[in-house]
């Protein structure tokens, strides 16, 4: 990973393979946006130690940059899983479905209660630990980058991941290998073309660096589908709540000077109370179901990975 102080100058896009250019620097990670599509995405240098640095124990109960507490929204996870696989009734019907980034597996206990039958698949071994003794799910431990399998699923779930992996081309070539013939992915992210996103810019509250290094939109997002042998389905926004203490901790780190806008600001925001559950106000979630329609070879993946390119630091 590249911080301010180590220039780069234009980098070249994992998702068309255009020319990016710098847009601005958070926290001290530089954020780069593709001339051409917009992609948008932290300078390279990703590997997996990245995800031993940032996806700990504490990235899943400190908040921050991370979540407050996978387990204290279960519930609430949960019955997420289900409106999903209520979602999906119209297009698919229940099979088996690979959970990737599933934290403590709640989301998947909710595809389980529809009649699903599912895999969770975890970076993080405390989680993953929690979802087998706790939920009695099913779970492997690893990152999806190196994840190798001849297992198949009617349905690849990753709901709110792409944006954290540190190799995107190995993860989604995982993901179309463990997908069987016409199976689909499901994504959920957070949308860089909102009207949120568009009025908070730089401040939007998703560029929260290390923890997500990069940032899609439906076109970019169906653009790296297709790269990979999927065409879109449905798409739309997903109801969502949030937890007080979520929200809290997420707000501390946006505002966390010492100016009297920041203290009057947390001030406010310490009226909240923890527990209290609050549907999320804005529009920026996004998801989407793609289908696969073809068997992308890695070596034509592989054949089109940009090659990095760096300059020297500008003066």
């Known amino acids: 990973m590249v911080a301010r102080g180590s220039e780069w100058r234009f980098m070249i896009c994992p998702i068309c393979g255009e020319y990016a250019h710098f847009a601005f620097a958070k926290y001290n990670f530089q954020i780069f946006e593709c001339c051409d599509c917009a992609h948008q995405f932290l300078a390279n240098g990703l590997t997996e130690k990245h995800v031993e640095n940032v996806y700990h124990d504490r990235y899943c109960t400190d908040g921050g940059a991370g979540c407050p507490g996978c387990i204290q929204e279960g519930p609430i996870l949960r019955d997420r899983g289900k409106w999903y696989a209520e979602k999906l009734t119209k297009y698919l019907t229940p099979g088996r479905v690979l959970d990737v980034g599933a934290a403590s597996g709640f989301v998947l206990a909710g595809f389980l209660d529809k009649g699903w039958q599912g895999t969770g698949l975890e970076p993080n071994e405390t989680m993953a630990r929690y979802g087998r003794e706790h939920l009695k799910i099913p779970f492997q431990t690893g990152v999806f980058e190196n994840h190798v399998s001849d297992e198949k699923f009617e ?52 560029y929260s660096a290390p923890g997500v290094v990069r940032w899609f939109a439906p076109y970019d997002l169906n653009l790296v589908a297709a790269r990979f042998g999927f065409e879109p389905v449905a798409s739309g926004m997903p109801k969502r709540w949030v937890q007080g203490g979520h929200a809290k901790s997420l707000l501390d780190r946006k505002f966390p000077s010492q100016s009297i806008k920041d203290k009057f600001a947390r001030a406010l925001f310490s009226l909240i109370p923890k527990k209290l559950w609050l549907p999320y106000p804005a529009e920026d979630l996004y998801w989407a179901l793609f289908r696969k329609v073809r068997t992308v070879e890695p070596a034509e993946i592989l054949a089109r990975r940009p090659i990095w390119e760096k300059t020297d630091a500008a003066e």
């Open 155 to 206: 349905l690849v779930s990753m709901i709110q991941v792409l944006p954290h992996f540190f190799d995107l081309d190995s993860a989604l070539l995982a993901a179309a290998n463990a997908t069987a013939e016409n199976g689909h992915w499901l994504v959920e992210i957070w949308n860089r073309g909102s009207w949120t996103a568009r009025l908070f810019g730089r401040h939007w509250h998703e």
